[in-house]
């Protein structure tokens, strides 16, 4: 009924059914407020016994608002499982992340949430798309039978932050005496920290809750709710799936940790892609495996992540039997991360031509990158077996960096850094870091290549780092340039080979406190400086 100055009309201007005997649509109705920010308020109505298909799921449907009236097709649906009754009431919730768009409460007084009727509250927020496709908050009632969400509402802004809040009615709760009813208030936040919750083995409907998971976790990752710091909860199991994070601030983490939850690309490009703007994202606990990379300036880079100009971190992951032309399992442009317990082992960065840098990681001009506690063995490269690094500030903490191969692209050619190879870095440190057994078909720096940087090792160990083939090399510990400077302090350097000169440390370096001992090469076992 359209409202006027001289009050509602006598007639319905605006009219629908639900064409479902016993759907009891019009149950609930609410005003929804400005879902998208459009200017033209929008309805909700409920249907609490619609059949989708199963018996008395629910539904609730938002008509948006015009300069012509409501529409009458609906513009958002959301169903709920069976017999939960959901739409049983509806509600706007006011601004309840304090942004420019209305957000919905709606109530299932039968959802079972553990218990049987227990009852659940969704909230979705709005956004210039409409509103969410799955919830981005549920609250559960605790109690058998106690219906929360029997009556919802929102009420304002409460606290005076700029973040609405709502109410939701249990009418059914014991709270010491029988079916005395409870009112619960829940306080809206500028920012939200949201669980989504993924598994494998989940079943429809596909709700992101924990009673009702996602089976893909790039489900929770394209849940719109981009800007708020939300955690996304994967069971174990194998994801045969890509994801891409695109501008969201998001934790998602593995409850069984990464031998038993396991991404695998299938060889269809980057396991993981981190797209440029991404912020405050955690990748934590996963096996992240057959990546093949994504094309980019007309080579393949990344073949476990992929990330440009953005910030994640990654903890307790295992990135593992994934090939690319730069950074068989990481690749890294223009970000700032820290990599925690992480290990990266059989990568590979060779293309057809047997040309590629970084077999375990490649970075190049980022703000920082950090390793801690990280094991980076057994990747293979044509230059930087296991790490290349290009203008960056690099740390490696408590790391290993053990049996990396770096091939020389043919024959007669050098390769460079088994281990680590490091070019242009204003400074690069490793603190008590192991760097061992890497091998080198023949060129320059078997454990670390150092060319026109400043490098810093304190504490560790550089040790039976050695070439493969017989036509030239030196520095079978480490090599640095003439134009580096290079310091080592407290470092044993033990038992590496090269062909040529300088089997443990080649090139201009500083040593203080460090032990020299079973080196060899055909000028300067130890050490030998050609500078």
Known sequence: YRGSPSGLSSSASWSLESNQSGAQMGSAIAGAGDVD????????????????????????????????????????????????????????????????????????????????????????????????????????????????????AGIGDIQGDGSGEIVAGAWHQDAGEADEGVV???????????????????????????????????????????????????????????????????????????????????????????????????????????????????????????CVDTTPNFENCVITNNSAARGGGVYLRGSACDLTRCTITNNSALDAQGYGEGGGVYIVGCAGIAFGLCNIDANVAGDGGGVFVRSTYTTFDQCTLDSNRAEAKWTSSSALGGGLALFDCNEVRLSATHVGSNRLASGYGVGIYVDSSNVTIEGGVVTQNRTTQCYSGSGGGVYASCDSTLALNDVEISFNTSVSSGGGVCGPAQLQGCEVRGNFAQFGGGLHDPC
């Open 37 to 152: 920010a459009d200017g033209f308020d929008d309805v909700l109505v409920g249907a609490a016994r619609f059949d989708h298909p199963q018996a008395d799921e629910g539904r609730v449907q938002l008509f948006s608002g015009s300069a012509t009236g409501l529409s009458t097709a609906a513009s958002w649906s959301s169903y709920g499982p069976w017999y939960s009754l959901f739409g049983w009431s509806v509600a706007s919730a006011g601004f309840v992340n304090d942004d420019v768009f209305a957000d919905i409460v709606i109530g299932a007084r039968y959802y079972d949430a553990g218990q049987t009727d227990s009852g659940a509250v969704f909230v979705y927020f709005g956004s210039l798309g409409g509103l969410s496709s799955t919830p981005d908050i549920v609250y559960s009632g605790d109690q058998a039978n106690g219906e929360l969400g029997f009556a919802v």
């Open 184 to 306: 619960y208030g829940y306080f809206g936040e500028t920012t939200w920290n949201t669980t989504h919750y993924v598994d494998v083995n989940a079943t429809p409907p596909f709700l992101g809750t924990l009673e009702h998971p996602f089976a893909h976790i790039q489900d929770a990752l394209a849940h719109p709710t981009t800007g708020y710091t939300d955690d996304v909860s994967v069971a174990p199991g194998t994801y045969f799936e890509r994801l891409e994070f695109a501008h969201k601030s998001v934790r998602v983490h593995s409850t069984a940790g990464a031998l038993a939850t396991i991404v695998d690309a299938n060889y269809g490009g980057s396991v993981v892609t981190f797209r440029p703007g991404t912020v405050q994202a955690t990748l934590d606990g996963f096996t992240l495996r057959n990546g093949s990379g994504t094309l980019d300036g007309g080579v393949t880079c990344g073949g476990g992540v992929y």
